[in-house]
Every structure is written in structure tokens, then in C-alpha cells.
């Protein structure tokens, strides 16, 4: 069964150092994973995808994640956090060609 | 460029009242959904559609309806709500296939007591 673990409820960073997200997936064929984020009342936004290709994909805002088989991974980082990156991400495995499987979330909280 | 647009944005239901959350969109996308999110809980899938006329279960399916009749809408209809269905709904929609970025609505927030 296909499956999408985020490690951490929470991360909390200060302005300005890395970020790191992690997301674990189960799949029984090569999948398309993705990070989405969340920011407060809003709706989700597309971070970046993996669909196969390069397996270090960079996607909006300075983020970028790498896809590795070998470790059934998918963490998302970024060098230098900023307070406008205070959201809640969403590591999302992509089952069939129309459904979506996500994480639980990560929280990610920023301190000047 | 109005994307996937929701109403409303926020509805408090009395248990066993009846209402029709609605999904449009305006990208010509085959695939719509309905999730649910929920503390700790992530989104979860209610009901998807992969075009006019054909709509099928996710993982959360009791208690609400769907139809599509047109390729722009897809409403969610709660049937009797009940506290359990206390939540804030997603719809989204994509293009097709694999790897398509689905676009999502800015939610419904709903209290039922």
C-alpha cells in the first residue's frame, strides 16, 4: 500500500538557518511525490514535484527536495529560513492519476 | 484568473441540517476532488471525479454526496450533518495524469453543533 510518512509534527528554526523536512514514502512503483505548503487560512500551494526526472528537483521560494530511492525519501530543505516560510508543509504521494495521499504535515515555525 | 473557487468560507450547521458545499473551476480540468483536514490528520480524500458525469469514493466517503454535471462544478453535499464532520474542506482540481500539480480552493470552514 502506498503511503507518505512526515517524521516531524513541528520544526522550529531561527531566521536565516537551514531548513530541513523530512518525508519518508511507500510505493509499490516509481511514484510522483510533491510538497505543498500551507500558510494560515489559506489554501495549499505547489512547493515543487518529483515525477521521475532529475531526482534533486528546486522548486518556489529557495526550497528544493531530492528524491532517494535507495532511503524511500523525499525531505525538503532550504539554506537559509525566512519568517515568511512559516507554514505548515505537506509531503503528498501521488496514487494512480487522481488521487492524492498526504502526510500529516510539518509545522514549521521561524524565530527572529 | 479565478483558479478553483469555494463557497463559502465559513458555515456553522445545527446537527441534521442538510447544505451543498460548492467547487468550481475555470482551468478546463478534468480531475476534481473533496478532502478533508483535520488536526494531525492531514487531507483526506471524500470524493473524486475524473470527468463530467463519473464520480467515485475515496477513503472518507460516509455522509456526503457528490455530483458532476458539467466539467467546471463539483458540489459536495452533506446529507444529515453531524459533529463529526467539523472540519475544513479542500476541493482541488488537475489537469490528468501522473504528476499533474493539483490546484486547490482556499477551503470551507464548518462547525456543525
Redesign the interface.
Known amino acids: 500500500a502506498q503511503s507518505v510518512t512526515q517524521l516531524d ?1 513541528h520544526v522550529s528554526v531561527s531566521e536565516g538557518t537551514p531548513v530541513l523536512l523530512r518525508c519518508n514514502y511507500s510505493s509499490s512503483y516509481s511514484p ?1 511525490l ?1 510538497w ?1 505548503v500551507q500558510h494560515p ?6 512547493l515543487l ?1 518529483y ?1 521521475s526526472a532529475a531526482t534533486l528537483v528546486k522548486g518556489i521560494n529557495g526550497f528544493e527536495a531530492e528524491f532517494k530511492k535507495s532511503e524511500t525519501s523525499f525531505h525538503l530543505t532550504k539554506p537559509s529560513a525566512h519568517m515568511s516560510d512559516a507554514a505548515e508543509y ?1 509531503c503528498v504521494l ?1 496514487k ?5 495521499i ?4 510539518t509545522r514549521l515555525q521561524v524565530f527572529p | 484568473n479565478a483558479g478553483v473557487t469555494q463557497t463559502p468560507k465559513f458555515q456553522v450547521l445545527k446537527t441534521g441540517q442538510s447544505m451543498t458545499l460548492q467547487c468550481a473551476q475555470d482551468m478546463n480540468h478534468e480531475y476534481m476532488s473533496w478532502y478533508r483536514q483535520d488536526p494531525g490528520m492531514g487531507l483526506r480524500l471524500i470524493h473524486y471525479s475524473v470527468g463530467a458525469g463519473i464520480t467515485d469514493q475515496g477513503e472518507v466517503p460516509n455522509g456526503y454526496n457528490v455530483s458532476r454535471s458539467t466539467t467546471e462544478d463539483f458540489p459536495l453535499r452533506l446529507l444529515s450533518a453531524a459533529p463529526s464532520q467539523t472540519s475544513v474542506y479542500f476541493c482541488a482540481s488537475s489537469y490528468s495524469g501522473m504528476g499533474s500539480e493539483a490546484f486547490f480552493g482556499q477551503g470551507t470552514r464548518l462547525t456543525v453543533v
Not at chain 1, 498526504?102 to 504535515?105: I, S
Open positions: 509534527s510522483s510533491f505543498y487560512n489559506k489554501g495549499l500551494q505547489l514535484k515525477t505537506f501521488n494512480d492519476t487522481d488521487k492524492l498526504f502526510g500529516t504535515g
